[in-house]
């Protein structure tokens, strides 16, 4: 069983709205508390890049290009974490990969493919 397995993706148009969704059911949820969950995207051609980070201190942060639109939060109960995104444009098309991170491992899901398109 994979560590992390993402879903949520699909096809949106222009100005839409999805929410992916990263399950990590190996992981015990007292460990959510002192682990860095982010958000990464690839589109063709280009090389992969850091869209979101929670970090284990209760902040985040954003790529420039994603702030405003896409929200990332965390839910230790249901031992998953998300990345809401609103306001899609054509350039947010991507796979996008879950990250979870902490001193004793690096856990990367299998990635979720988003298309933005009319």
């Known amino acids: 069983q994979a560590q992390l397995v993402e879903s949520g993706g699909g096809l949106v148009q222009p100005g839409g709205s999805l929410r992916l969704s990263c399950a990590a059911p190996?992981?015990?949820?007292?460990?959510?508390?002192?682990?860095?969950f982010s958000w990464y995207r690839q589109a063709p051609g280009k090389e992969r890049e850091l869209v979101a980070t929670?970090?284990?201190?209760?902040?985040?942060d954003y790529a420039d290009s994603v702030k405003g639109r896409f929200t990332i939060s965390r839910n230790s109960s249901r031992k998953r974490f998300y990345l809401d995104m609103t306001s899609l444009k054509p350039e947010d098309t991507a796979v996008y990969f879950c990250n979870a991170r902490s001193t004793n491992f690096n856990y990367w899901g299998q990635g979720t493919s988003v298309t933005v398109s009319s």
């Open positions: 190996r992981m015990i949820s007292s460990t959510f508390w002192g682990t860095d």
């Open positions: 929670s970090n284990s201190g209760g902040e985040s």
